[in-house]
């Protein structure tokens, strides 16, 4: 694959990708063995696996959080084996959005705070509250702006914490497992929300499932 077609086609790239852990005995094991990826840009992309098979942990390997013992991951044009942890983190900050299955969102803030708090973590200065009126439109909570976490529903908290991830406009966004704590209808208006911010925002959505329906709703679906 020649350099242009990665920076033009795709988010995130892997060529023999190695993650193994030592365990108690000494041994090896090997959860990622010499996986290549193409992932594309602007599109809902899956990874679905039984609980063990390796997908937080290869969605740790693409996001930084973790490292890997063999093989090379590039984020656009940026290696992760030539960087340092201040890069790295300088990368999560700038670069990508998180979205969790805890949801993470600060109690003692209100939608729009917490909103605000990623905007200033991501340095972004200019234009904040403009970005925040925006983002919430996105999500369908333009009315919650002023509710606190405790008086939203599970699926609107998850809501909230996608428009904080979304809203410095990154170019991936990470979600683990992100609708394994909703029931079926909130997470496939979740789903469906990822979908409709890869093909309108053009963010490259990498997202961690074990429900099958949903990954049907996959741009392109990983099986571990």
Known sequence: MHEQETQTEYIVTTDGLVKSYRLGDGSDLTVLD?????????????????????KTTLI??????????EGSVRLLDREYSLMNP???????????????????LIPSMTAIENIDFGLRTAGVKQGREERIREVLEVVGLAERGNHYPVQLSGGERQRIAIARAMAHRPPVLF???????LDTESGHHIAQLFKDLAEKEGISIIMTTHDLKLAQMADMLIRL
């Open 175 to 181: 979600a683990d497992e992100p609708t394994g704590a």
């Open 34 to 54: 010499h996986l290549d990826l193409r992932l594309p840009k602007g599109k809902l992309i899956m990874i679905m696996g039984r609980s063990g098979s390796g």
């Open 60 to 69: 740790n390997v693409l996001s930084t959080l973790d490292d890997f013992n």
């Open 86 to 104: 201040k890069e790295k983190e300088k990368l999560r900050r700038n670069q990508m959005g998180f979205v969790f299955q805890s949801v993470a």
